[in-house]
């Protein structure tokens, strides 16, 4: 075998074993490589309970309580289905009903989600971009028009 020979079935090997290497990675992540699910993709995956995601939606209007001290509930939907959540840290202060959330936390094994972190919209013409993709695609969410 010559030396080209050997040197192109090195490079042939070394470019098939990358190729599976990226393979193996991809699968491997799955459904990790998500931003957000949104409250019905959460039930149709069946997301684990202790599994941390980060969920998205709307903060339903009416839906904030809070109980002794900084403990709060509220529920986040995407117009199809709902997610109760629970946190036990201050809110942001841009944190209102009807406004697009992000919360990172894990669901209970009664179905609740807690949360160990909570993305508020930062001013009045901002949405998240995958909440606001999940939204329109539900047919719940339209951006306003700006004014000039």
Do not use: C
Not at 80 to 90: C, I, L, P, Q, R
Not at 105 to 128: I, W
């Amino acid at each position: 075998m010559t030396r080209r020979q050997r040197r192109f079935i090195f490079l042939l090997g070394s470019l098939s074993a990358a190729t599976l290497a990226t393979v193996l990675i991809v699968f491997a992540l799955g459904d990790a490589t998500l931003y957000f699910y949104s409250p019905s993709d959460a039930k149709a995956r069946r997301v684990p309970a202790g599994q941390a995601i980060n969920l998205g939606g709307l903060v339903t209007l009416g839906s904030v309580k809070r109980s002794n001290g900084v403990d709060v509930h509220f529920r986040i939907t995407d117009g199809v289905a709902e997610v109760s959540v629970t946190y036990s840290k201050d809110l942001p202060d841009l944190f209102r009903e009807g406004q697009g959330v992000v919360v990172t936390g894990a669901f209970r094994v009664d179905g609740e989600f807690e949360a160990s972190n909570v993305l508020a919209k930062h001013d009045e013409n901002y949405m998240p971009p995958e909440v606001a993709r999940a939204l329109k695609a539900k047919g719940v969410w339209k951006q306003e028009e700006r004014k000039p």
